[in-house]
């Protein structure tokens, strides 16, 4: 597992692709090195199985142009913010030094969500403490903290204070959702109907997309959270 420059971390498979997938792409066209962390196989969910989505979660990774995808084999459903999952996270954290974390939202429709997105801050900060002691295959890892955390925005809507312009990068982001064939919507499908099966679900997602777009003057666009305020150069730096 080499450095890479973002490090996008969901709860499920297919989280990650949700949340910031074209903002991924984006990245890695603009030159970025870009890794995937799972933290579940997603195992509990109404389609599919465990097995199937890291098959599918491999071909989404292709598709973006991640230089990996890991998956943590955490209990799907019953995430928890305790000692071994944060020092799970931190193994990953130290091993690919990113600059950039992007979270699961602080609040949303499944449980897991929340629950994960303050396992991965609390992570993050943890993974800058020295005296936390970790490694891999016998090696010492050395204390590692992001210089950014943010948050994805997922079911539910929250107001983003960053806005990433991916009207460009549209098509591939909703290809590399759409890898996860066993999730959404399949007319040919004999599997049980979930809360995001339905062809309505992918429609909304360019809804969502056209609504965080306009914050920013363009036309699609991915929304994030910082919990603390970000710096610029100076007023006229991103416009």
């Known amino acids: 597992m080499n450095k890479v420059d973002i490090l996008a971390i969901g709860v499920h498979p297919d989280d990650v692709e949700l949340g910031c997938g074209g903002t991924l792409i984006k990245e890695v066209k603009n030159g970025r090195k870009v890794g995937i962390c799972d933290l579940t196989q997603g195992e509990l969910g109404t389609r ?14 292709e598709i973006i142009g991640a230089d990996f995808r890991v998956n ?68 010492e890892q050395s204390a590692w903290r992001p210089k950014v955390v943010l948050h994805y925005i997922q ?37 049980p109907e979930s809360a995001i099966s339905s062809k309505a679900f992918l429609e909304l997602q360019r809804g969502r997309g056209l609504q965080m777009g306009r914050y920013i003057g363009a036309t699609l666009g991915e929304g994030f959270i910082s919990e603390r305020p970000l710096g610029a150069e100076g007023l006229f730096s991103n416009y």
């Open 72 to 139: 943590l084999g955490l209990p799907d459903g019953f995430i928890e913010n305790d000692k071994a999952s944060q020092l799970k996270i931190i193994e990953v954290l130290r091993a690919c030094t990113p600059d950039v974390v992007i979270c699961n939202a602080p609040e949303d429709r499944h449980p897991d969500h929340g629950r994960s997105s303050d396992l991965e801050k609390v992570a993050c900060f943890l993974s800058g403490l020295r005296r936390i002691e970790t490694s891999i295959d016998g090696v």
């Open 155 to 191: 079911d539910r809507f929250l107001v983003p204070n960053i806005v990433v312009d991916v009207t460009d990068f549209w098509d591939q982001r909703m290809e590399a959702i759409q890898a996860f064939s066993s999730q959404f919507y399949d007319p040919k499908s004999n599997e």
């Open 48 to 61: 599919g199985s465990g097995a199937l989505r890291l098959k599918e979660a491999e071909a989404a990774r």
